[in-house]
């Protein structure tokens, strides 16, 4: 329950000289204990240092993205992220693991607990003041996309200013503002070209630091990914590009009928219906009331929890030009025990989405910080991770009249359809990735590849408008995952595929599917990816069966069958 307000915990920069020498004096008990009480009195102790230090690191990056112009906290971001980065508990995960208390540990811990510490541990061996210069390089790019401005109707914009004016059931209108975006990007590709070519470097350092043949190797280890890995994976976007991408074809032909213009082109993307897309009937603070509402009907722990968030300043979803935009999250407070979610609601249906998703996540880290005592176990499996939050998406529907009125289905149906967008675009940067970590970089090979893929997946969408400024590489520098979250997306893809066979389940059965779900979210991560879709019976994504099931359900909510 709720201890401190968000805005009342104060802010101390971390003191990582003697956090190293926590980890030293906690690894050298651990050695010498001789009982398991031992054992468990330094690591609570630990635990409850590292809970401080998180805490602090956390405040950190949350009050950088609250106002990008606030000086103090970009650089404390910077500094935190980087020195965080370079810090390493592998005197404690050796100490752990060469104890003769093993087996006493597995059974205060769990098995699953010196499990992850042996994965971890043998992959961060070398290349920690690389891991910090990649945290710097993505804070630059961090810093450096927030602080892009556009010159729109005689004045300046910013990003989510000029969100509204792009998605203008006016034609003419969203066409002016892609047209000013893609000229600021244009102007700016090669300083972000730049960057992303330094980021390809150090991660190719990082991989071979650490004994890996290249960085596909090396993030497969780093998320997780033993059971399963590049085989499966470019399995997925073959069945994707097969099966999903002909689907989205015939959606854009749909779209471009619907919108009532001659060719379905670049400056229609995103638009869904003639009057425009569905907007949620007021701000952030009617939105937070809704959600209210909406958890109340759903579930009694969900609304409790939604509350204590809501009234204790844990949710920040005020529109504000300062703020990060084009993205939400959600992380939790360590020393609270709560989560924290941070939006930017402009007026959007995705104000909606992303207040859902990330609320998903917090059920999630709510779950699992109660059932564990052990923070290891509080951070599912990477590919795991995401489904809780686009299973709660869909589980939302029923309630999108709260938001949304007399437009809910258009809502729905537009939700749907970003759905099969984004399976589709998060196997396009699989793809593009791939080539981007196993190649050489090269600023025009790179740009070349993007726009080949996006041409493939976006089939059916008329570039030649914009060609010059494609070939600029607008599209690929203005992509926030590939520099923030490599080898990450295709995750996206993978928890919509899951999480749309837990809306299967619910649809048959609520209590049933609803049931599932809270059992995803509360098994943090006790178990591995493999294990834990075992458990809750569902599908591994990257099986036919699975990508089937959904080009069927999605063929059949959009009238998309032929």
């Not at 805005?7 to 004096?25: K, T």
């Given at each position: 329950?709720?201890?401190?307000?968000?805005?009342?915990?104060?802010?101390?920069?971390?003191?990582?000289?003697?956090?190293?020498?926590?980890?030293?004096?906690c690894a050298r008990e651990i050695r010498n204990a001789d009982t398991m009480e031992t054992v468990r009195r330094e690591l609570e102790k630990f635990w409850d240092y590292r809970t401080q230090v998180e805490t602090m690191e956390t405040l950190a990056f949350i009050r950088c993205y609250q106002d990008c112009t606030d000086a103090f906290y970009q650089e404390e971001m910077q500094n935190t992220q980087s020195q965080a980065a370079q810090i390493s508990l592998s005197l404690?995960?050796?100490?752990?693991?060469?104890?003769?208390?093993?087996?006493?540990?597995?059974?205060?811990y769990g098995g699953q607990f010196l499990l992850k510490i042996e994965k971890e541990r043998s992959l961060v061996q070398g290349g920690l003041e690389l891991l910090?210069?990649?945290?710097?390089?993505?804070?630059?790019?961090?810093?450096k996309i927030s602080a892009v401005k556009f010159q729109y109707g005689g004045r300046e914009v910013s990003s989510a200013e000029l969100s509204k004016y792009k998605e203008s059931r006016d034609a003419s209108i969203r066409k002016k503002a892609r047209e000013a975006s893609r000229k600021v990007f244009a102007g700016r590709s090669d300083e972000f070209l730049q960057l992303m070519g330094e980021l390809v470097r150090v991660r190719g350092q990082i991989a071979q630091a650490n004994g890996c043949a290249n960085y596909l190797e090396y993030a497969n280890r780093e998320k997780g990914r033993y059971s399963y890995g590049e085989t499966e994976l470019a399995r997925l976007c073959r069945m994707v590009r097969q099966e999903l991408v002909p689907l989205k074809q015939r959606l854009y032909e749909r779209l471009r009928e619907r919108l009532g213009v001659p060719v379905y082109t670049a400056d229609d993307t995103g638009i869904y219906f003639e009057e425009g897309n569905p907007e949620p009937e007021g701000d952030a603070r009617f939105l937070l009331g809704q959600a209210a509402k909406m958890y109340r009907q759903m579930d009694r722990e969900f609304a409790a929890l939604f509350e204590t968030m809501r009234d204790g300043g844990y949710i920040d979803c005020q529109k504000s030009a300062n703020k990060i935009t084009g993205m939400g999250f959600c992380t939790e407070i360590p020393s609270e025990k709560l989560p924290f979610i941070f939006g930017n609601c402009i007026g959007r249906y995705t104000d909606v989405d992303i207040l859902v998703h990330e609320f998903g996540h917090g059920i999630q880290m709510m779950r699992s910080m109660e059932r564990f005592s052990v923070p290891e176990y509080w951070e599912m499996p990477n590919d795991l991770s995401e489904i809780p939050s686009k299973a709660m998406e869909q589980l939302s529907y029923e309630y999108a009249p709260l938001f949304f009125g007399e437009r809910a289905p258009q809502f729905v149906k537009t939700h749907l359809i970003t759905i099969l967008e984004e399976i589709c675009g998060y196997c396009m940067i699989h793809?593009?990735?791939?080539?981007?970590?196993?190649?050489?970089?090269?600023?025009?090979?790179?740009?070349?590849?993007?726009?080949?893929?996006?041409?493939?997946y976006d089939a059916g969408i008329d570039t030649s408008g914009c060609r010059t400024y494609l070939d600029k590489g607008v599209s690929l520098v203005q992509n926030k995952g590939i520099y923030m979250f490599p080898r990450y997306l295709i995750s996206y893809a993978m928890s919509d595929i899951s999480a749309i066979n837990i809306r299967l389940q619910y649809e048959a059965d609520k209590e049933k599917g609803l049931a599932i779900y809270k059992k995803l979210c509360g098994l943090g991560g006790s178990l591995e990816y493999d294990g834990a879709m075992k458990a809750l019976g569902l599908p591994l994504p990257y099986a036919e069966q699975a990508v089937m099931d959904v080009k069927d359900y999605l063929a059949e909510k959009l009238d998309l069958k032929k």
């Open positions: 329950m709720l201890k401190t307000k968000f805005g009342d915990i104060p802010y101390i920069r971390p003191d990582y000289e003697q956090y190293a020498r926590n980890i030293e004096l404690i995960y050796d100490a752990l693991l060469e104890s003769p208390l093993r087996q006493e540990i597995d059974g205060a910090g210069r990649e945290q710097e390089l993505i804070a630059q790019f961090q810093n793809e593009f990735e791939t080539f981007l970590y196993t190649e050489k970089f090269d600023a025009q090979k790179a740009i070349a590849e993007y726009n080949r893929l996006s041409e493939i």
